[in-house]
């Protein structure tokens, strides 16, 4: 048996003692120190996801259980000419997941601000061979454009739940500089992006201001897809600022704590 795959298979026995089993801190230890590729079978093929923390285990886990409607959306929408604006996107388990329906064909833009989630998220798309079809930009969206700081609940990769609208000033496990620009800034720069089917927005907080600095990007003929998570108090406003847009809800999850993915589409 090869180390890698020792590894792999101690990675699987142990994850199951490390909340509560006898052997806690060890397996956490271990589950924090390795870096191990994790491979996600689905309908439509496969693909890796390396593994270094219990937290990333977790997502690899849970990637096809743990939000079933983002999954079904992508099911449904993506085709081979999509390009899927992934904002928020962590360690990148739904861009891969898009980017492996027509691999070379889909193509994605991922916004990922924190710094060793974007590490990961590179790292990931790099062993996929997604590299050619995928874009990272560790930057903030926002409604306007400004030079500010990013607290984070927690220095690890897989984490989220960062930011103003999670972490006090006083209660911040690290914090590092963070640009914020509008969507709009962006699609209609110079950079020269691909124009969205497609926008995935789960940023744990921003997101109606994200919204507010994409209209133009969400009257684009080619944006017909969107899921992004809404707390229940901006309900009536994101369907109003989306409505305004040409879009109508479709669906939505099961959500958490008043929060939930809904899903707009607009009509061809």
């Known amino acids: 048996m090869g180390i890698r795959t020792l590894i792999s298979s101690a990675t699987a026995h142990v994850s199951q003692f490390a909340l509560n089993g006898p052997f806690r801190k060890v397996a956490a230890f271990i589950l924090e120190n390795i870096d ?49 604006y992934d904002i928020g996107a962590n360690i990148g388990l739904y861009s891969l997941y898009a980017l492996h329906r027509a691999p070379g064909q889909v193509r994605a833009v991922c916004f990922e601000p924190e ?13 996929n061979g997604f590299s050619e079809q995928a874009t990272v930009f560790a930057i903030g969206l926002g409604a306007t454009e400004a030079v500010t700081e990013l607290r984070l609940s927690r220095l690890q990769a897989g984490r989220a739940l960062h930011g103003d609208s999670n ?71 994101v369907n109003k600022l989306l409505a305004n847009a040409g879009f109508e809800f479709s669906a939505e999850g099961a959500g958490i704590d008043d929060k939930h993915n809904v899903i707009y589409e607009k009509p061809a």
Request: charged share 30%; proline share 3%.
């Open 167 to 237: 972490v006090s000033k006083d209660n911040h496990d690290h914090r590092q500089g963070l640009i914020v620009m509008s969507l709009d800034q962006l699609v209609f720069g110079d950079g020269g992006l691909l124009l969205p089917t497609h926008l995935k927005i789960d940023v744990d907080g921003p997101e109606l201001d994200i919204l507010k600095g994409a209209q133009r990007t969400l009257t684009l003929p080619s944006l017909r897809h969107i899921l992004v998570e809404v707390e229940d108090y901006e309900r009536e406003v």
């Open 36 to 84: 191990d590729r994790h491979r996600i079978s689905t309908t439509h093929g496969s693909f890796s996801v390396r593994v270094g923390n219990t937290l990333e285990r977790w997502r690899a886990d849970t990637v096809m259980t743990k939000e079933p409607e983002t999954i079904a959306w992508l099911d449904d929408s993506i085709e081979a000419d999509s390009v899927f």
């Open 115 to 127: 710094a060793l989630n974007s590490a990961r998220l590179n790292q990931n798309l790099n062993d």
